[in-house]
Nanobody, 116 residues
Framework: QVQLVESGGGLVQPGGSLRLSCAASGFTLRQYTMKWYRQAPGKEREFVARIAPNGGLTNSADSVKGRFTISRDNAKNTVYLQMNNLQAEATALYYC?????????WGQGTQVPVSS
């Protein structure tokens, strides 16, 4: 069974950091472009960051540049999102997404509330 499972979310204070993980099972991530998206309450899902299959190319949304970093460990079949200096506007459900050709898989998401 193909599955992506996000973890690492939780309540964090403004200015704090979190590292999200996305672990794959039932398939290998090494051939997939991996992405993180987020959906804030009452808003549409938005792109956060992307990393190429070999990890050599990344890009991220302007709103998170310099604070969020996407990385991957293909040996562990896992992708990460390091989030620093979190602010209230980062409160959202964070999803990972695996894309390769016509294959497109999503996880269930992990909640990140940013609040004092």
């Amino acid at each position: 069974q193909v599955q992506l499972v996000e973890s690492g979310g939780g309540l964090v204070q403004p200015g704090g950091s979190l590292r999200l993980s996305c672990a794959a099972s039932g398939f290998t991530l090494r051939q997939y472009t991996m992405k993180w998206y987020r959906q804030a309450p009452g808003k549409e899902r938005e792109f956060v960051a992307r990393i190429a299959p070999n990890g050599g190319l990344t890009n991220s949304a302007d709103s998170v540049k310099g604070r969020f970093t996407i990385s991957r460990d293909n040996a562990k079949n896992t992708v990460y999102l390091q989030m620093n200096n979190l602010q209230a506007e980062a409160t959202a459900l964070y999803y990972c997404n695996a894309v390769s050709g016509s294959n497109n898989s999503w996880g269930q998401g992990t909640q990140v509330p940013v609040s004092s």
